[in-house]
């Protein structure tokens, strides 16, 4: 899948005869060619090789120790990308960078300069820390060649609805290839139909065996091109494709229909173009799709669409269906036939989205419901319950043996088991998920073709008793895990190719890719991160969606909230799916509702990512747009920074639109003054001053520099304001603190949300906010748990471990432990409302919408698959072991904080490892309160350096001091924390802590 452009750099030294030359005058000679590097089926990276000639003299017996490149637009100088790779033995434990060494660089991804002339120049260091000067600058442009103009095709019959494709190739073995697919039925924009075939109009099997589903879901003028690597060991390779439109292809936009299938060998030649090999069969007869009502809120508000979304209700036709198609070639089938106009026509241009994988995967545990013997005209029939153990995307995979001609087979899907055992099909969701099959006489394989979010499927007269081994499903999810994803920064040995191809013998430079480990002596904290690393893993597709479940549309706080977990679990692989969604909040139909916080969760969403990836282009294309959605209310900076409702009299924002303050409002949650502020709410201003100075970082990464001083006076002025206008003298308990809007209610969002913001006048204020959120949060007692949603408890979290993190005022240590102490109560509470709870409600996997669900609680949510109150995936990570990044100014992964706030009692030891973008940080700690000794060992990246602090409010009367690999270390208390003076920079340290 191309979502990323990296550079792989190839370092080389031409041997000269000449004397030595100073190095400022060294001329580097770089070159440029096309290459796609991958190594695996499942990602591939699109890469330019940078290489770069230096004379040998230039530096002699010197190696290269570190490089900076920098691309940019060729038509006026811009810089896209700037940073400095260094690699040593000494910091990494691999070798140095040779004349034969090379690496890849990571680029942003750059979906904006497809099809653009960019320039690229370099500057290279020596081992004595000498270095060149700028090389001269070498162009190229990015964009497949030819891919543009490939002819889109499809079956004989232009009105059908299902399609099944294959083509047999001839490729020469063990070679690398490189497949293209871009299909679209409509130009369209996605929200007016909001279904997820947009996600599933084809499916992509490779010899048989699954690859993936797309392409991802965009707006109109754009198409989606997903890319492939392709490995061939036998004599031949057979492409399968299988693809699903709603609306007939006859429509007034027929010619935007088709698929584009496009593959070149290993040097750029086109191996398979247009509709030439390729055969077709007309599937809506065999699929025989009913588009029922699927589930409900598509976003279709306002006139954006229907208000709910359609998805085919499979009632597969056996008899018909070629079971083997994707595995041999039928040629009885029809050739498939070209589409005018193209794929690309009308001014729709090529776009990048996230790769989405798709892989099999074995069910668990059957359990019989009933079996009569004999008991239908038609032979045995067996009713079962398939379990897959957790709730995932996609559909089941089932065998059937040969006989039962004619047998229509009944399967149900759901989230949840009914009293009696059986599946409860019809969810409180509103999904309806129940299809017929007509089994045929031969062995049969059913793969419906759409996905579905469940964990059981339930089978109605089946013909035999299940084996568990004919029980399988398929998943579709977004690649965290692989450590091939486009993020990924690899060291490869051969560099005297510069058109590379990866081997199975290439070593890795460090592990880029992959998940956020963590491990704890308290398996329910173990218990709670596993929940939402989960449900983050397992609910990632092309975007981040409200629910896979129920409403699959991007609501903006729910998407901005999942990009800032997905930063937990996964801080580089992350980076394509939180750059694609964040650019989708931005598109015309992109937008939801007109809340106050979703107006925010776009600032929100673009700062984290341009500030943690060190890509301004995103900024820059999209900061000063206008939108116009179906509402037909322009938005632009000035609302999603709630400047537009600034009153400068009353230095407050005021009458924000629509304010959620917390959702979904039930019983469940606090009581007390429910419902949204009218006028001056604490609450909007808090969310005013985070997307004020969030905003001011964007404008100053835009140059955008008198509204970025425009933010930061409204800030100001509104952080000088709040304080005497919301803040409560009627606090409980005595000596608490707490803020109240202007209706004299003392929401608990009211004050959650000036913590986060730090609106209070000193850091002993804030932790004031911390003992009235703990009284108010229990006022019915432990059983009963929060009183506030899951996504709103996330926040409270973030404000209460960021009043603990380092700072220069003082801070009463007694108030900093009880602080320590709540926040970690509430990640491990087993009250109702917590994530412990949900866990025994309906034995959930995934977090749920609510913390409660219907019929467990009557006033639940409604799906058990909702990653909105997933914020453990980051709270866990980045503020409890408390390894997030902090560099001022772009790239922040190369200063990062190591900040463990533990509680005094019921975590003793953890362990994690995060790969960031710079490398994998890795922190071991253990806490011994009787000794007086707190431990940790700490790996840093050679190119990261790292703040290291212990937890000083753990002995607040002692005098400590601190060690580092066995020796005396100047350090300093900070807040709450004691902190070392000196960054450590790429290396292993172990940190005594002594009271």
Same mark, same amino acid.
């Given at each position: 899948?191309?979502?990323?452009?990296?550079?792989?750099?190839?370092?080389?030294?031409?041997?000269? =005869?000449?004397? %030595?030359?100073?190095?400022?005058?060294?001329?580097?000679?770089?070159?440029?060619?096309?290459?796609?590097?991958?190594?695996?089926?499942?990602?591939?990276?699109?890469?330019?090789?940078?290489?770069?000639?230096?004379?040998?003299?230039? =530096?002699?017996?010197?190696?290269?120790?570190?490089?900076?490149?920098?691309?940019?637009?060729?038509?006026?100088?811009?810089?896209?990308?700037?940073?400095?790779?260094?690699?040593?033995?000494?910091?990494?434990?691999?070798?140095?960078?040779?004349?034969?060494?090379?690496?890849?660089?990571?680029?942003? %991804?750059?979906?904006?300069?497809?099809?653009?002339?960019?320039?690229?120049?370099?500057?290279?260091?020596?081992?004595?820390?000498?270095?060149?000067?700028?090389?001269? %600058?070498?162009?190229?442009?990015?964009?497949?060649?030819?891919?543009?103009?490939?002819?889109?095709?499809?079956?004989?019959?232009?009105?059908?609805?299902?399609?099944?494709?294959?083509?047999?190739?001839?490729?020469?073995?063990?070679?690398?290839?490189?497949?293209? !697919?871009?299909?679209?039925?409509?130009?369209?924009?996605?929200?007016?139909?909001?279904?997820?075939?947009?996600?599933?109009?084809?499916?992509?099997?490779?010899?048989?065996?699954?690859?993936?589903?797309?392409?991802?879901?965009?707006? &109109? &003028?754009?198409?989606?091109?997903?890319?492939?690597?392709?490995?061939?060991?036998?004599?031949?390779?057979?492409? =399968?494709?299988?693809?699903?439109?709603?609306?007939?292809?006859?429509?007034?936009?027929?010619?935007?229909?088709?698929?584009?299938?496009?593959?070149?060998?290993?040097?750029?030649?086109?191996?398979?173009?247009?509709?030439?090999?390729?055969?077709?069969?007309?599937?809506?007869?065999?699929?025989?799709?009913?588009?029922?009502?699927?589930?409900?809120?598509?976003?279709?508000?306002?006139?954006?669409?229907?208000?709910?979304?359609?998805?085919?209700?499979?009632?597969?036709?056996?008899?018909?269906?070629?079971?083997?198609?994707?595995?041999?070639?039928?040629?009885?089938?029809?050739?498939?036939?070209?589409?005018?106009?193209?794929?690309?026509?009308?001014?729709?241009?090529?776009?990048?989205?996230?790769?989405?994988?798709?892989?099999?995967?074995?069910?668990?545990?059957?359990?019989?419901?009933?079996?009569?013997?004999?008991?239908?005209?038609?032979?045995?029939?067996?009713?079962?319950?398939?379990?897959?153990?957790?709730?995932?995307?996609?559909?089941?995979?089932?065998?059937? %043996?040969?006989?039962?001609?004619?047998?229509?087979?009944? !399967?149900?899907?759901?989230?949840?088991?009914?009293?009696?055992?059986?599946?409860?099909?019809?969810?409180?969701?509103?999904?309806?998920?129940?299809?017929?099959?007509?089994?045929?006489?031969?062995?049969?394989?059913?793969?419906?073709?759409?996905?579905?979010?469940?964990?059981?499927?339930?089978?109605?007269?089946?013909?035999?008793?299940?084996?568990?081994?004919?029980?399988?499903?398929?998943?579709?999810?977004?690649?965290?895990?692989?450590?091939?994803?486009?993020?990924?920064?690899?060291?490869?040995?051969?560099?005297?190719?510069?058109?590379?191809?990866?081997?199975?013998?290439?070593?890795?430079?460090?592990? #880029?890719?992959?998940?956020?480990?963590?491990?704890?002596?308290?398996?329910?904290?173990?218990?709670?991160?596993?929940?939402?690393?989960?449900?983050?893993?397992?609910?990632?597709?092309?975007?981040?969606?409200?629910?896979?479940?129920?409403?699959?549309?991007?609501?903006?706080?729910?998407?901005?909230?999942?990009?800032?977990?997905?930063?937990?679990?996964?801080?580089?692989?992350?980076?394509? !799916?939180?750059?694609?969604?964040? #650019?989708?909040?931005?598109?015309?139909?992109?937008?939801?509702?007109?809340?106050?916080?979703?107006?925010?969760?776009?600032?929100?969403?673009?700062?984290?990512?341009?500030?943690?990836?060190?890509?301004?282009?995103?900024?820059?294309?999209?900061?000063?747009?206008?939108?116009?959605?179906?509402?037909?209310?322009?938005?632009?900076?000035?609302?999603?920074?709630?400047?537009?409702?600034?009153?400068?009299?009353?230095?407050?924002?005021?009458?924000?639109?629509?304010?959620?303050?917390?959702?979904?409002?039930?019983?469940?949650?606090?009581?007390?003054?429910?419902?949204?502020?009218?006028?001056?709410?604490?609450?909007?201003?808090?969310?005013?001053?985070?997307?004020?100075?969030?905003?001011?970082?964007?404008?100053?990464?835009?140059?955008?520099?008198?509204?970025? #001083?425009?933010?930061?006076?409204?800030?100001?002025? !509104?952080?000088?304001?709040?304080?005497?206008?919301?803040?409560?003298?009627?606090?409980?308990?005595?000596?608490?603190?707490?803020?109240?809007?202007?209706?004299?209610?003392?929401?608990?969002?009211?004050?959650?949300?000036?913590?986060?913001?730090?609106?209070?006048?000193?850091?002993?204020?804030?932790?004031?906010?911390?003992?009235?959120?703990?009284?108010?949060?229990?006022?019915?007692?432990?059983?009963?748990?929060?009183?506030?949603?899951?996504?709103?408890?996330?926040?409270?979290?973030?404000?209460?471990?960021?009043?603990?993190?380092?700072?220069?005022?003082?801070?009463p240590m007694d108030l900093a432990s009880q602080a320590a102490d709540y926040a970690y109560s509430v990640l491990v509470a087993d009250g109702t409302n917590s994530w412990i709870g949900m866990m025994q409600q309906g034995n959930a996997t995934m977090t749920m919408e609510a913390w409660t669900i219907s019929p467990e609680v009557g006033e639940g949510g409604g799906t058990?698959?909702?990653?909105?109150?997933?914020?453990?995936?980051?709270?866990?990570?980045?503020?409890?072991?408390?390894?997030?990044?902090?560099?001022?100014?772009?790239?922040?992964?190369?200063?990062?904080?190591?900040?463990?706030?533990?509680?005094?009692?019921?975590?003793?030891?953890?362990?994690?490892?995060?790969?960031?973008?710079?490398?994998?940080?890795?922190m071991n700690c253990s806490l011994s309160l009787s000794s007086s000794k707190f431990q940790m060992s700490v790996t840093v990246p050679g190119n990261t350096a790292a703040h290291i602090c212990a937890p000083k409010y753990l002995f607040p009367t002692a005098s400590c001091n601190m060690k580092v690999n066995g020796m005396s270390a100047s350090s300093s208390v900070q807040?709450?924390?004691?902190?070392?003076?000196?960054?450590?920079?790429?290396?292993?340290?172990?940190?005594?802590?002594?009271?």
């Amino acid at each position: 899948m191309l979502t990323t452009l990296v550079f792989f750099v190839v370092a080389l030294v031409k041997a000269s =005869a000449s004397s %030595s030359i100073s190095r400022s005058t060294c001329k580097i000679a770089p070159h440029v060619n096309w290459n796609i590097l991958s190594s695996s089926v499942a990602t591939a990276q699109e890469t330019a090789v940078l290489g770069w000639e230096i004379d040998a003299l230039c =530096a002699p017996g010197l190696l290269q120790k570190s490089f900076q490149v920098q691309l940019y637009h060729a038509s006026n100088g811009t810089s896209l990308y700037q940073s400095d790779v260094i690699m040593s033995t000494e910091n990494h434990g691999h070798k140095l960078v040779t004349k034969e060494g090379s690496a890849i660089v990571p680029m942003s %991804s750059l979906e904006d300069v497809i099809q653009m002339q960019l320039s690229v120049r370099v500057k290279v260091w020596f081992q004595d820390d000498s270095n060149t000067e700028w090389s001269d %600058s070498v162009s190229f442009v990015f964009d497949p060649p030819g891919l543009s103009s490939s002819m889109p095709f499809w079956d004989t019959n232009s009105s059908a609805q299902f399609v099944m494709m294959t083509k047999e190739l001839k490729l020469s073995q063990n070679t690398q290839y490189h497949l293209f !697919i871009a299909a679209n039925p409509t130009s369209q924009p996605a929200r007016f139909h909001n279904s997820s075939k947009l996600l599933c109009s084809y499916k992509l099997w490779i010899n048989g065996q699954p690859i993936s589903a797309g392409p991802g879901r965009n707006v &109109g &003028g754009h198409v989606n091109v997903d890319y492939y690597p392709l490995t061939v060991s036998g004599d031949s390779t057979l492409l =399968a494709v299988e693809l699903y439109y709603l609306q007939k292809m006859t429509d007034v936009h027929d010619d935007f229909g088709g698929l584009v299938v496009y593959v070149l060998d290993g040097h750029g030649n086109v191996v398979s173009d247009g509709p030439s090999g390729w055969y077709t069969l007309d599937a809506t007869p065999i699929f025989r799709p009913t588009a029922k009502v699927m589930g409900r809120g598509d976003g279709g508000r306002n006139g954006a669409g229907t208000g709910v979304f359609f998805q085919p209700h499979e009632n597969i036709n056996g008899p018909n269906y070629p079971f083997e198609w994707r595995s041999m070639v039928n040629s009885s089938w029809s050739r498939a036939q070209p589409r005018q106009g193209g794929l690309f026509s009308a001014g729709v241009s090529l776009k990048y989205g996230p790769f989405v994988q798709m892989q099999n995967i074995q069910a668990e545990k059957i359990t019989m419901l009933s079996s009569t013997i004999q008991g239908t005209s038609e032979g045995d029939s067996y009713r079962y319950v398939v379990d897959f153990g957790k709730n995932f995307q996609g559909h089941v995979n089932f065998s059937f %043996s040969a006989g039962f001609g004619g047998r229509d087979v009944v !399967i149900r899907l759901g989230e949840q088991i009914q009293s009696n055992g059986s599946v409860k099909w019809m969810a409180a969701s509103g999904n309806v998920w129940c299809s017929t099959w007509t089994l045929p006489s031969s062995k049969s394989t059913f793969v419906p073709h759409e996905y579905a979010e469940f964990r059981y499927a339930e089978i109605i007269n089946a013909p035999e008793k299940p084996q568990l081994e004919n029980m399988m499903g398929w998943r579709v999810s977004y690649p965290f895990e692989n450590s091939d994803n486009p993020s990924s920064i690899r060291l490869v040995d051969d560099a005297k190719d510069s058109f590379l191809h990866s081997s199975s013998k290439t070593p890795m430079l460090r592990e #880029q890719g992959g998940l956020t480990q963590f491990q704890s002596n308290d398996e329910n904290l173990n218990s709670v991160w596993q929940l939402a690393k989960y449900t983050l893993i397992s609910g990632t597709l092309d975007l981040n969606t409200d629910s896979n479940t129920r409403q699959r549309d991007v609501c903006n706080l729910d998407a901005w909230l999942q990009t800032e977990y997905q930063g937990g679990i996964a801080p580089t692989t992350a980076q394509a !799916i939180r750059k694609r969604v964040t #650019q989708f909040m931005y598109e015309l139909r992109g937008y939801v509702n007109y809340w106050t916080e979703f107006l925010v969760a776009h600032v929100f969403a673009l700062d984290s990512y341009t500030t943690e990836y060190d890509d301004a282009g995103l900024a820059q294309n999209v900061w000063n747009s206008t939108m116009v959605p179906p509402m037909g209310l322009p938005l632009s900076k000035y609302n999603y920074t709630l400047s537009a409702y600034y009153d400068s009299t009353a230095d407050l924002v005021r009458k924000t639109p629509k304010p959620l303050v917390d959702w979904p409002r039930s019983e469940q949650i606090d009581t007390t003054g429910p419902g949204a502020c009218n006028d001056k709410c604490a609450s909007m201003n808090a969310w005013a001053v985070l997307a004020m100075e969030a905003g001011a970082r964007l404008a100053q990464n835009t140059n955008d520099f008198e509204y970025q #001083q425009m933010l930061l006076k409204m800030a100001g002025d !509104i952080r000088s304001t709040a304080q005497k206008t919301f803040a409560s003298t009627n606090c409980q308990p005595a000596g608490s603190a707490c803020y109240m809007d202007d209706d004299n209610t003392t929401k608990l969002p009211s004050t959650i949300l000036p913590l986060l913001a730090n609106l209070t006048e000193s850091a002993a204020d804030s932790l004031k906010l911390v003992s009235f959120l703990k009284a108010r949060n229990q006022q019915r007692g432990l059983p009963h748990g929060l009183e506030v949603s899951g996504w709103m408890a996330g926040l409270m979290l973030k404000g209460i471990y960021e009043t603990l993190a380092p700072h220069g005022q003082d801070v009463p240590m007694d108030l900093a432990s009880q602080a320590a102490d709540y926040a970690y109560s509430v990640l491990v509470a087993d009250g109702t409302n917590s994530w412990i709870g949900m866990m025994q409600q309906g034995n959930a996997t995934m977090t749920m919408e609510a913390w409660t669900i219907s019929p467990e609680v009557g006033e639940g949510g409604g799906t058990m698959s909702h990653p909105w109150t997933a914020s453990p995936a980051a709270i866990v990570p980045r503020y409890l072991a408390g390894i997030r990044p902090i560099a001022l100014g772009l790239y922040s992964w190369k200063r990062v904080a190591v900040y463990p706030i533990l509680p005094t009692s019921g975590l003793s030891t953890l362990q994690i490892e995060v790969p960031s973008p710079q490398g994998v940080v890795v922190m071991n700690c253990s806490l011994s309160l009787s000794s007086s000794k707190f431990q940790m060992s700490v790996t840093v990246p050679g190119n990261t350096a790292a703040h290291i602090c212990a937890p000083k409010y753990l002995f607040p009367t002692a005098s400590c001091n601190m060690k580092v690999n066995g020796m005396s270390a100047s350090s300093s208390v900070q807040g709450a924390l004691q902190c070392l003076q000196e960054d450590k920079i790429g290396g292993s340290y172990n940190i005594e802590f002594l009271c």
